[in-house]
């Protein structure tokens, strides 16, 4: 094992194991640790033609005092669920779910990026589809991996503001689809847009509400926030986005700080007059957004994090690398 700790990008590499259930004739298995980072299906596999596919991700940290803890696993086992139930696939136990992150976060301990060079042990649960089956329905088998990955910045340059893109012509995710859950598919469809607005030196997309096109949903990877000139938090409220759960976490420590936290559905017209914007989520953390691009009009908010995204990255970063109180309980020891 030689691990450049301090270069890592947010890519996948192999690691020691990963822990696998399997879900036949309406049971799940026990886990199993398995070393291997291959899988064995069908060619007829549902997932793969159908996209019967959800995934989470989320975070494991080495904290100043040595320990490891992972950043609120139970919220992300309710998030499958949630996923779960809307494409028709069977539930995993939550407590199973959270052990099941603690076994194979444990198992591959070594792989913690070490307190002080800013990375995670990135932890990412996939539940398929896997019967075979050419009729469009629900599959009658799972499998439910859980892989994990060391990881350092999402976007190269850490906390460096990161452009935005609007393409008027692409949606990522329609008012009565699948937005609201993490669905293999979104991602499928955020591909196309990404690259053209990457072609355009932004490094994401910025997607609007898909009837209307008026409103802000959110990020191809990550919610859409935003500081108002009077100090507010500000983010979308829609059913196609993704309820992240930093958001929600942000959501908490911004009314800590005292912030007025608003929850609402936001013109794009009200993009002119924010003070600051940024992307947030697990793989991004907090990244200000320096720019949105919308054709040739170009709104920029600076081009380091400003003072209140700052001060939540603090925040969340602090209590997730343990340098402040966990005052929330947020984290799991391992
Ligand atoms: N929105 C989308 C589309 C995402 O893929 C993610 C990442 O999981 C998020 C938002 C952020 O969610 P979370 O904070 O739970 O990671
Ligand atoms: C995450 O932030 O965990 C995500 O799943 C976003 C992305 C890497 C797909």
């Not at 997932?47 to 080495?62: D, S, W």
């Not at 499958?80 to 198992?107: G, H, I, Q, R, S």
């Not at 503001?161 to 008027?168: H, R, S, T």
């Not at 911004?254 to 609402?264: F, I, N, P, S, T």
């Amino acid at each position: 094992m030689n691990i450049d700790w301090e270069n890592l990008g947010f890519e996948y590499s192999p690691t020691k194991s990963n822990i696998r259930f399997s879900y036949h004739n309406g049971e799940w298995s026990e886990g199993k640790l398995v070393n291997s980072s291959n899988i064995t299906l069908s060619i007829a596999s549902n997932c793969l033609h159908y996209g019967q596919a959800a995934f989470e991700g989320l975070k494991a940290f080495a904290c100043k005092d040595g320990k490891v803890r992972i950043f609120r696993p139970e919220e992300n086992a309710r998030r499958l669920n949630d996923t779960a139930d809307y494409l028709l696939m069977p539930k995993f136990p939550e407590d199973k779910f959270v052990e099941a992150v603690k076994t194979v976060v444990k198992d591959n301990i070594d792989y913690v990026p070490p307190y002080g060079t800013g990375g995670a042990l990135y932890i990412r649960p996939v539940l398929i589809g896997t019967t075979s089956q050419i009729g469009i329905s629900a599959a009658e088998d799972y499998e439910l991996i859980i892989l994990v990955c060391p990881v350092g910045p999402y976007y190269k340059g850490g906390i460096k503001p990161v452009n935005a893109m609007i393409l008027d012509d692409f949606d990522r995710a329609a008012p009565g689809g699948t937005g609201h859950v993490k669905v293999a598919g979104n991602y499928a469809a955020s591909l196309y847009p990404t690259r053209l607005a990457r072609q355009e030196g932004c490094h994401v997309t910025l997607f609007m509400d898909a009837k209307t096109h008026e409103f802000i949903d959110e990020f191809g990877s990550s919610n859409f926030v935003a500081v108002t000139a009077e100090g507010s938090y500000v983010t979308p409220k829609s059913r196609s986005v993704l309820p992240s759960i930093t958001n929600k976490s942000l959501m908490v420590l911004a009314e800590d700080l005292g912030l007025k936290v608003e929850r609402r559905p936001i013109h794009r017209s009200e993009l002119e007059e924010f003070a600051e914007v940024g992307a947030v989520g697990t793989a991004v953390v907090i990244t200000p957004v320096g720019k949105i691009v919308h054709k040739d009009k170009v709104l920029e908010y600076g081009d380091t994090i400003g003072p209140v995204l700052k001060r939540l990255y603090d925040e969340m970063t602090g209590i997730q690398y343990g340098e402040i109180p966990d005052r929330h309980h947020w984290m799991l020891e391992v």
